[in-house]
C-alpha cells in the first residue's frame, strides 16, 4: 500500500481522476456499505463487529464528496472537523493527511469514528441529505478509516504543541471531555495533569462501551497520542476525596475543568426491583467491560442469565443486551416504553442488535418483579404503551393501555434508564451551583462555573450525551479557559 502511495504516476492519476469526475456522476455513486463479521459469529465473541473500510472503498467513498461552497457538515460537527479537506485528502490517496486534518480539532479520531452518531449530526448536515434527500457522504466510516490507516501504517503523527508556559492545569476525569479538554490546553502550551479515579484511563469510553464496538486498543493508542503531546495522567485518584480542591491550588494549578461524568445509574422504583438478579447497566457493563467479570474466576464475576431483559432503549442498553448475548443468553430481550422510532440509540447499534437476535419488546413497560424463595428474579410484569402527545424531547409520550399488561419470565434484568451526575464534585468544592438534577451550572457558551478558575463539560453538565457532544463541551471550555488566563475578559 505503502508503495502505492509513492508513486508519482498513481498520484497523477488519481489526481487527473479526481478532477474529472463531474458533480452528476458523484452523485450517481452508491453509498459504501461497511463490511461486517456475521452476525452468527460474532455473537458469540467479542471481535469488532465494523471491520472498517479497504482504501479502494474508501476512495470511492470520497468521490462522493461534492465539496460544497458552504460545508454545513462542519457545523454539524461538536468538534468542527474539517470534512471536507479531510475526504478530499483520501480523495487524492493522500490518507497520512485526511489523519492530520481529524487530529487539527479531534483528540479522538478513531474512536469517533466507531461510536459517534454521525446520522444526527455531521451526516444529518449533508448536502445529500438537506437537499437531494438522498443517503449522505458516510464521514463517519472515512474518518475510521482514516484514522485506522495512519495507526496501522506506524506513522502515527502527534500535533504539534506551542512551547509550555508554564502554567499548570488539572482536569477530572478522563473521559471524552476531559481528553478533548486536555488535548486542546496542551496544544496551547498549558502544563496538563488529568485525575482519574479508576485504575484504567478513558471513562466511559472503557467501562461504558464493550470491545466489539469499540476495542480498548483504540482508547489506548489514542490516550498514547495525548501522554507523546505532554499530558500528564494520574489514575486511582479520586479529586474531592483523595485530593481535594484547596490541595490543587496549593499545588500550584491555575484552571480546572471538571469532565467527572454522570456514574449514578437511575432506577424506576417499582415492587420487586431490589430482587436478585437486577442491576443497573452501569454497574453491568463496568464489571464485565473494566473488570473481567465474564471470566468465573474473576474477583467479581457477574451473574449469567440465560433470559435476560435490559430495560431501555439507548446505546448503553443495546451495548447491554448484546454483552448478555455473548455472555450466553438464550433470549436477550430489549424493553422499551415506546416504539422502535422513538429510540434513541443508534440505527446501526439496532441493526446489529436484532442481526444478532436480539428479541424487541418496545412500547412496553415494567411495573412489577416476582422473585423465587430464594429471592432471585423469576418474571417481570409489562404494562402495554400507545403514544400519545409529544413531550419536551419532542419524542411522544407513552401513555399506558389501562388494563392490558402480560407477564415476561426472567432471570436477570439490566436497567438502563439513565443516570445522574457525579455528586461528589459539586459537593466537595465551594462556590459551585448546580441544578435539581445535581448537573454543574455553566455558562454555555464558555463552560464556565460560578468559580471563575473551574470550567466544567460533558455528562457533569448535560447529565446524559454523547461522546462528541461531550468532546465539544471540552474544546469549548479549552478555549474559553485559554481566553480567561490570557486576562481576556470571559462573558458570564
Not at 476525569?173 to 496538563?192: C, E, H, Q
Not at 491555575?254 to 467527572?260: A, D, E, H, L, N
Not at 451495548?319 to 429510540?343: F, N, P
Request: hydrophobic residues 35%; proline residues 5%.
Amino acid at each position: 500500500m505503502s508503495e502505492y502511495l509513492k508513486a508519482e504516476r498513481a498520484q497523477e492519476w488519481r489526481e487527473a481522476l479526481r478532477k474529472s469526475i463531474k458533480n452528476k456522476d458523484r452523485i450517481a455513486i452508491p453509498r459504501v456499505k461497511m463490511p461486517e463479521v456475521d452476525p452468527a459469529v460474532r455473537s458469540r465473541t467479542y471481535d469488532e463487529v465494523n471491520l472498517g473500510l479497504t482504501p479502494e472503498l474508501a476512495a470511492n467513498e470520497s468521490h462522493r464528496c461534492l465539496d460544497c461552497v458552504d460545508p454545513t457538515c462542519i457545523t454539524g460537527c461538536p468538534v468542527e472537523i474539517n470534512i471536507p479537506k479531510f475526504i478530499k485528502n483520501i480523495e487524492r490517496g493522500e490518507f497520512l493527511e485526511a489523519a492530520k486534518t481529524l487530529k487539527e480539532t479531534s483528540a479522538l479520531p478513531a474512536v469517533c469514528g466507531r461510536v459517534c452518531p454521525q446520522e444526527r449530526q455531521c451526516e444529518s448536515q449533508c448536502f445529500y441529505t438537506l437537499k437531494l434527500k438522498k443517503e449522505p457522504v458516510a464521514i463517519g466510516h472515512l474518518e475510521r478509516f482514516a484514522a485506522d490507516y495512519e495507526r496501522m501504517s506506524g506513522n502515527i503523527s502527534i500535533p504539534e504543541t506551542a512551547p509550555t508556559n508554564g502554567i499548570k492545569i488539572a482536569v477530572v476525569g478522563s473521559g471524552p471531555a476531559g481528553l478533548a479538554f486536555a488535548g486542546d490546553m496542551v496544544k496551547l502550551g498549558y502544563d496538563v495533569t488529568v485525575f482519574e479515579a479508576l485504575h484504567e484511563l478513558g471513562g466511559v469510553l472503557r467501562y461504558g462501551i464493550p470491545e466489539f464496538r469499540l476495542p480498548n486498543e483504540i482508547v489506548d493508542i489514542e490516550i498514547d497520542g495525548l501522554k507523546k503531546m505532554g499530558v500528564k495522567f494520574v489514575t486511582n485518584c479520586i479529586v474531592g476525596k483523595t485530593i481535594s480542591q484547596e490541595d490543587l491550588k496549593a499545588e500550584g494549578f491555575k484552571g480546572i475543568f471538571v469532565g467527572s461524568g454522570a456514574g449514578l445509574p437511575n432506577f424506576m422504583n417499582i415492587p420487586g426491583e431490589n430482587l436478585i438478579g437486577i442491576m443497573s447497566c452501569n454497574e453491568y457493563l463496568t464489571r464485565v467491560n473494566l473488570m473481567q467479570a465474564a471470566d468465573p474466576d474473576s474477583d467479581t464475576p457477574v451473574y449469567k442469565g440465560k433470559k435476560v431483559a435490559v430495560v431501555g432503549g439507548g446505546n448503553t442498553a443495546m451495548d447491554a443486551v448484546r454483552t448478555a448475548r455473548r455472555l450466553g443468553a438464550e433470549r436477550a430481550m430489549i424493553v422499551y416504553r415506546r416504539s422502535e422510532e422513538e429510540m434513541p440509540a443508534r440505527v446501526e447499534e439496532i441493526k446489529h442488535a436484532k442481526e444478532e437476535g436480539i428479541e424487541f419488546y418496545t412500547l412496553h413497560n415494567p411495573i412489577r418483579y416476582e422473585g423465587d424463595e430464594q429471592g432471585h428474579v423469576q418474571r417481570m410484569l409489562l404494562q402495554r404503551m400507545e403514544l400519545g402527545a409529544p413531550d419536551q424531547s419532542g419524542r411522544r409520550r407513552p401513555v399506558a393501555i389501562e388494563g392490558d399488561t402480560t407477564w415476561l419470565e426472567v432471570d436477570e434484568v439490566i436497567v438502563s434508564v439513565g443516570v445522574s451526575p457525579n455528586p461528589l464534585i459539586p459537593q466537595s468544592f465551594d462556590g459551585m451551583e448546580v441544578t435539581s438534577w445535581g448537573t454543574i451550572v455553566v455558562n454555555s457558551d464558555t463552560m464556565q462555573t460560578a468559580d471563575e478558575m473551574i470550567f466544567a463539560g460533558g455528562d457533569i453538565v448535560r447529565g446524559g450525551a454523547t461522546v462528541i457532544l461531550a468532546m465539544g463541551d471540552g474544546r469549548k471550555a479549552a478555549k474559553a479557559m485559554h481566553q480567561y488566563l490570557k486576562g481576556d475578559q470571559v462573558e458570564k
